[in-house]
């Protein structure tokens, strides 16, 4: 039976968090042998083992500041985001932030700042980070929001906090659609699901900032929408190997080239593939093909966990994962807590 919605929303929290915390062990890395990652996978099963609990990142740290925020403001509220994304930051400043990120954070955190969007727009001689970091932490702005429309526009605005160029928040734009569609059962019907997300990307990228920033950066234009095209022509193919799906939608920390490979990996591991256990269910199979592909690791990972996780819902989730890694309890609480908030009648 396919998942409710509550279960639905804890799946997408908690898969999150797993992502983060279990996709850490490759981050950076160039290669990493599906071998190694089957390895690390069943380490987690082992109560015995003594490396204690895999921690959580950036990524699951200002997760938890957008839905903090949405839960105590019970909107969306741009001031108190940015104030606990700085707050988090301050105490807790290892947990491997991006580089430019950090300068944004610490003027966040001063109390005479007037406009909280003006440190983004600093950034990279103002033409602002393009980083997935808006990307990694739009989840539950997709659990917040009834209607497509909000959950683009306040996912845009939550990311341009720290990312004002446009490949930067039209990536947590879609990242937040894809959770969206997916907690609605969209990903039964996959080809539907991808055409989707082309068309609202379409309305995006029609923007005049996002085709000026398009330009500058020497890309495409309406680069988002070419890369789902992308990812659509290889979800036609029988096979696809690793190294095509790293040249063809990338594995780095820009949003352009993890947003949409998060995307891939869920949709490719609806069904079992070769290389992976039978035993794996689809969140399995989608977290560890993600760390397959090397790269940022943790973050494509983040991400796919949270699309899939809303797919499959919070008991496709092995107890062992969940166990070892920190912060799923907190996740599935704000997951319960945004359920309780936007769901009820
Ligand atoms: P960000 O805004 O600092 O962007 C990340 C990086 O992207 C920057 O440091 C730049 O190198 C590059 N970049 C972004 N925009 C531009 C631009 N306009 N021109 C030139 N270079 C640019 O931080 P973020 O929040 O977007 O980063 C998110 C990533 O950082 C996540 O993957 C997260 O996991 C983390 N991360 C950490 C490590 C680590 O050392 N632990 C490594 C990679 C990523
Ligand atoms: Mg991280
Ligand atoms: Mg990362």
Redesign the pocket.
């Known amino acids: 039976a396919a998942p409710g919605v509550l279960s639905r929303f804890r799946g997408a929290l908690v898969g999150s968090v797993l992502g ?1 915390c279990i996709g ?1 062990e490759f ?2 890395a160039v290669d990493v042998p599906l071998d190694r990652v089957l390895q690390h996978l069943s380490a987690l099963e082992d109560e015995t083992r003594g490396d204690g609990i895999l921690q959580y ?3 699951t740290a ?1 997760m938890r500041c957008v839905a903090d925020s949405l839960l105590t403001r019970m909107a969306f509220d741009e001031r108190d985001m940015a104030r606990r994304f700085a707050k988090e930051y301050n105490l807790a400043p290892g ?10 954070l610490r003027k966040l955190a001063s109390p005479h700042l007037k406009d909280v969007f003006q440190p983004a727009q600093a ?3 103002g ?10 932490r739009a989840a539950p702005l997709a659990l917040a929001f009834k209607s497509r429309a909000d959950v683009c526009k306040y996912s845009r605005f939550g990311a341009m906090l ?2 004002s ?1 446009s ?2 928040y039209n990536g947590a734009a879609l990242q937040a659609l894809a959770v969206h569609l997916s907690l609605q059962g969209a990903l039964a019907l996959p080809k539907e699901f991808i055409n989707k997300l082309i068309s609202e990307m379409e309305e995006m990228e029609k923007d005049e900032k996002a085709q000026l920033d398009a330009k500058a ?1 020497n890309l495409s234009e309406f680069p988002y929408c070419s890369r789902l095209h992308r990812v659509k022509e290889l979800m036609d193919r029988n096979s696809v190997s690793i190294e095509e799906v790293i040249s063809e939608l990338g594995n ?4 352009l080239q ?1 947003v949409p490979t998060a995307i891939f990996c869920v949709l490719h591991c609806l069904e079992p593939r070769d290389g992976l256990p039978e035993r794996f269910g689809g969140l399995e199979r989608t977290i560890s093909y993600s760390l397959a592909l090397g790269g ?1 690791t ?3 990972a ?1 991400m796919a966990g949270a699309i899939a996780g809303a797919h499959y819902g919070i008991d496709s989730i092995p107890q062992s994962w969940q166990k070892s890694c920190e912060g799923v309890e907190e996740a599935d609480d704000l997951a319960r807590r945004l359920y309780n908030f936007y769901c009820l009648p």
């Open positions: 983060d850490g981050e950076g990142s950036d990524d200002m947990r491997g932030y991006g580089s430019g990120v950090i300068q944004v950034q990279f001689g033409r602002g980070s393009f980083g997935n970091g808006g990307a990694m720290t990312h160029c490949l930067g950066l780095g920390i820009a949003a993890s940022d943790d973050t494509i983040c």
